[in-house]
Every structure is written in structure tokens, then in C-alpha cells.
């Protein structure tokens, strides 16, 4: 299976201010159609996940602008540019590549 | 939009089947994929499997001894069955709609299924 390793698993942040998080996989995520199948997932306290980003970058209508996805290959980044209160929770990164799909252990977002 | 949610016992004792059934609303359930998603207890989620109305069932090779996907187009739902379950198998369970990226959504409330005597 695809290893998905995100870092850091805890990140404590300032209101205001930007925060990072890296997913890397044990293999190339490139399909053979030319895609990359890397999506990540916010879940809040007590909630289901829900789809942030598809395809590295193609953020979901609704999500704020201040959420970015960039990467390739097997190196791949979130970034949130001014945390808000409302972004508190665990963020996920997904490969839908290789089957079966995985998931990273997922990252703890917390404002400090 | 769509919206989806689990059922099923909360409870289910070791080398038992776990079956939960994932009920589609706002929507027709053909035309998609649609999978089941765990978690057990402070791990990683992990994909089941995904199920399409056309037939085209797909198994995490982890599980796939044990698991069965269907689909009741009928009523508009989806189940999954888990048999000799141990503890091992403890875990929010959730059904998502699978989209074009492989990525899922929406998902279900998700469901606690505890395996113990």
C-alpha cells in the first residue's frame, strides 16, 4: 500500500497567522491519465471529514480562499495563509492513485 | 444536496458479522460510486471498499476475505457486511459518495460500531 506520512502530526498556531502542512507518498501519485489524485480533508471537532481540495489544488466551492494545495510526484503541501478560530481540527491528506486509496495519520491544528 | 447516514447496531460481539446500511437521500444513488470508510480509535482512516450500481465492486485487499459491499438501488441505500469480527474491527464506520478525484463527499455522521462480549 501507499504510505501516506503527513508532518507535523501537531501544530499549534496564532490566530492570524499562516500555517503549512506537509503529505509525502512512498510512490508517485501521477495516474496514468496524467492526474494526481492527492486530496486533503478537514475534520472538525465532532464532525465528519469534508473535502477541502481535489487534485492537489482545486480547492471545494465554499472553502475559504486562504486555503492552498500545491505539490507533485510525491511532495504536497496545505497551507492555510491567516488561521481562523473555525479552522481548529485534523486535516487528512488522501491518495485516490493506487488502490487501496490511504490516507496520512492526519494533523492536529490547534490555536495557540 | 446530498446526504447521507449510517445504521446499524452499536454493538457487535467477536466472530460475529457487523452489517450497516448507509441510506442515500437527495439524490439517486446510480451514476456514483459510493464506499465505506473506518477509524478505529486513535489510527488513520482507512478505506473498505467502494461499490457502483453497474456492479463494479472494489475490496481493500486487508479485508477482503471478510468484507461484502452491496447495493439496493430500490431503496436507496448501500450496506456493508464485516464477518468473524474481533476487536480489532472497533471503529466509526462512514459511508461517503465518491467523486471524480477518487476524493469523497459528502459523508455520512459516521457510526461507533464497539466489537466486545
Known amino acids: 500500500d501507499v504510505v501516506m506520512t503527513q508532518s507535523p502530526l501537531s501544530l499549534p498556531v496564532t490566530l492570524g497567522q499562516p500555517a503549512s502542512i506537509s503529505c509525502r507518498s512512498s510512490?508517485?501519485?501521477?495516474?496514468?491519465?496524467?492526474?494526481?489524485?492527492l486530496n486533503w480533508f478537514q475534520q472538525r471537532p465532532g464532525q465528519s471529514p469534508r473535502r477541502l481540495i481535489c487534485k492537489v489544488s482545486n480547492r471545494d466551492s465554499g472553502v475559504p480562499d486562504r486555503f492552498s494545495g500545491s505539490g507533485s510526484g510525491t511532495d504536497f503541501t496545505l497551507k492555510i495563509s491567516r488561521v481562523e478560530a473555525e479552522d481548529v481540527g485534523v486535516y487528512y491528506c488522501m491518495q485516490g492513485t493506487h488502490w487501496p486509496y490511504t490516507f496520512g495519520q492526519g494533523t492536529k491544528l490547534e490555536i495557540q | 444536496q446530498v446526504q447521507l447516514q449510517e445504521s446499524g447496531p452499536g454493538l457487535v460481539k467477536p466472530s460475529e458479522t457487523l452489517s450497516l446500511t448507509c441510506t442515500v437521500s437527495g439524490g439517486s444513488i446510480g451514476s456514483y460510486y459510493w464506499s465505506w470508510i473506518r477509524q478505529p480509535p486513535g489510527k488513520a482512516l482507512e478505506w473498505i471498499g467502494y461499490i457502483h450500481y453497474s456492479g463494479t465492486i472494489n475490496y481493500n485487499p486487508s479485508l477482503r476475505s471478510r468484507v461484502t459491499i452491496s447495493l439496493d438501488m430500490s431503496k436507496n441505500q448501500f450496506s456493508l457486511k464485516l464477518n468473524s469480527v474481533t476487536a480489532a474491527d472497533t471503529a466509526v464506520y462512514y459511508c461517503?459518495?465518491?467523486?471524480?478525484?477518487?476524493?469523497?463527499?459528502?459523508w455520512g455522521q459516521g457510526t461507533l460500531v464497539t466489537v466486545s462480549s
Open positions: 461517503a459518495r465518491v467523486g471524480s478525484a477518487n476524493d469523497l463527499d459528502p
Open positions: 510512490q508517485s501519485l501521477v495516474y496514468s491519465d496524467g492526474n494526481t489524485y
